[in-house]
């Protein structure tokens, strides 16, 4: 092709077709330069789909992984549920029960009580997306903006590690009052010369019974973290599916 153009501009210079001969290189010129135009054209088409790919890519497994969450927060909720039962529980036993009963009204449920359920986000798929590409390449403003205020919310701190805290207090307080004599007896077969049940009465130790309050408090405002949680999983799920 390049020959051939070539030719007609050697025939022109050879008639002495001056005029022509750059009429012709002018229209030359032109159609190099649409040439060009075209295929960066096609060139930045071809990017903007390979972005659109992998933007959908992204947004496939970030929507996944705020399912799995969805279910991560139910669960949560479900168990904290429990623990308030439990923490009920001990009260409403503790106001009609003699001093002899109170171990193990808190020893029954102290399994319960001694741990706790923390929700953090599954951030693999927007940390792939951050790692491998750039947030810019999620075209929609809005959802971006959604993305980042949820992945960098401080889920380990605030009233989740409160919860974290007040249990631990609660299981380095109840362990050593609930150590009495006949838990060591039933588990290990041994008599040791330190208060029995009978001795220990928690069910008037003000320190046991804020901690119970204290924790059932927090329970109620983990709760509500992970309510609005659940809304702001459900916003960003419902924009993803729009995209």
């Not at 659109?52 to 139910?74: F, S």
């Not at 993305?147 to 207090?169: A, C, H, P, S, W």
């Not at 050593?176 to 290990?188: A, G, R």
Request: proline fraction near 1%.
């Amino acid at each position: 092709m390049i020959k051939f153009f070539r030719k007609i501009r050697q025939n022109l210079l050879m008639e002495n077709k001056t005029g022509k001969y750059f009429k012709y290189a002018l229209g030359e010129i032109a159609l190099v330069v649409i040439g060009i135009l075209i295929a960066l054209q096609i060139n930045n088409w071809n990017i903007k789909t390979i972005d659109a790919k992998k933007e959908k890519t992204y947004l496939i497994e970030i929507k996944e992984n705020l399912k799995t969450d969805l279910i991560t927060i139910d669960s949560t909720l479900i168990f904290n549920k429990t623990k308030k039962e439990a923490i009920l529980n001990v009260l409403e036993n503790f106001s009609n029960s003699t001093s002899e009963n109170d171990v193990m009204i808190v020893k029954n449920k102290v399994f319960t009580l001694g741990v706790y359920e923390h929700f953090f986000p599954n951030d693999l798929g927007f940390k792939n997306l951050i790692s491998a590409e750039n947030i810019t390449l999620i075209r929609d403003i809005e959802l971006r903006k959604l993305l980042l205020k949820f992945y960098n919310f401080d889920f380990k701190g605030g009233i989740q590690e409160r919860m974290r805290l007040v249990t631990r207090d609660f299981v380095d307080y109840t362990a050593p009052v609930i150590s009495t004599k006949e838990l060591f007896k039933n588990m290990y077969n041994v008599t040791l010369d330190i208060p029995s049940n009978k001795n220990v009465e928690l069910s008037k130790d003000q320190q046991l019974l804020s901690l119970l309050w204290i924790m059932d408090t927090v329970i109620d405002f983990q709760n509500n973290l992970l309510l609005e949680t659940k809304k702001d999983i459900q916003k960003l799920i419902g924009t993803i599916e729009n995209q």
